[in-house]
């Protein structure tokens, strides 16, 4: 979990810029007609985000061909993100590519470690069509966080995922994502979330659900297990030259290198898992 700043973009210019690339005069006007309407719906999900209170907007319930506001359909308000936002030849495109930039080192916000490759629309486009091209709604994403999450809208506040640009800095700075070693030959590992006593319970179960959503415990695992294998050579090294405790050294630096960059990280929660394990350290990591 990574916190991007807000996107200093203003949403009447994205919105414009969209409609301005259309072709389809009719469809145009139409768009034109409902512009107070998308006006009013990016306003309500600042304000509403602001408060981590996004899952009181209604979802839209109808299919593509169906009305959403004035005379336009829900597969022409998604038409705007598709056709006008993301295509390389279209100007509005600089918005999508300023909006994937601000993702630092390209590293998906949702999980700390994929790269991010698209945007992620974070109240859907299928269910908020209203929202389709909003800046502020659309977070750069890696392809498992975006594909994989699950199709459920939130519909209490505790069931809402991390919001990148709102959500307040405690769940970035406090530690909520732990490790333990599981002691198989070789040796494997588990992660929970686990968030600090003093959060209120809504915080609390959102990192939960934020974790399962994301689905990743087993995504770390995977990452997990690579780190391990590369990790037996160099312990064995250390395991020679001091035993025990020259392994639990060598584990502890890495753990607070990996703290100081991100508390919250799939390393940092490994190393200290590892640096914490007796077992590991006096000879489970061969
Ligand atoms: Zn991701």
Not at 127 to 151: E, R, Y
Not at 221 to 236: F, H, I, T, Y
Request: charged share 15%.
């Amino acid at each position: 979990m990574r916190a991007i700043p807000l996107p200093q973009l203003n949403f009447t210019d994205v919105l414009n810029t969209c409609v301005g690339s259309i072709s389809n005069q009719p469809l145009t006007t139409r768009l034109n007609a409902i512009n107070p309407q998308l006006n009013n719906a990016a306003q309500d999900f600042d304000a509403k985000a602001t408060t981590a209170d996004l899952f009181q907007i209604l979802p839209f319930a109808g299919a593509d061909a169906d009305i959403v506001s004035g005379q336009v359909t829900k597969a022409e308000l998604k038409g705007l993100y598709t056709f006008h936002l993301v295509p390389a030849t279209k100007p509005a495109r600089q918005y999508y590519d300023y909006l994937m930039m601000r993702a630092p080192l390209r590293i998906c916000p949702f999980c700390g470690f994929g790269q991010a490759t698209t945007l992620d629309h974070y109240l859907p486009k299928a269910k908020f069509p209203l929202l389709s091209v909003h800046p502020n709604n659309l977070i750069p994403s890696c392809a498992d966080c975006n594909k994989g999450k699950s199709a459920g809208i939130a519909v209490t506040k505790e069931q809402q995922s991390i919001h990148p640009y709102f959500d307040q800095a405690h769940f970035i700075n406090d530690q909520w994502l732990f490790a333990e070693v599981i002691e198989t030959s070789p040796a494997t590992i588990r992660y929970y979330a686990q968030a600090p006593a003093n959060w209120s319970t809504d915080d609390q179960t959102r990192i939960s659900n934020h974790f399962d959503e994301f689905k990743l415990a087993q995504r770390f695992c995977v990452q997990a297990g690579d780190e391990l294998s590369n990790l037996r050579g160099e312990l064995e090294i250390d395991f020679q030259v001091s035993q025990q405790a020259g392994v639990e050294s060598a584990l502890r630096k890495k753990y607070i290198g990996a703290s100081l960059q991100h508390v919250n990280s799939w390393r940092t929660a490994l190393y200290q898992a590892l640096a914490g394990s007796n077992w590991y350290c006096s000879g489970g990591f061969k």
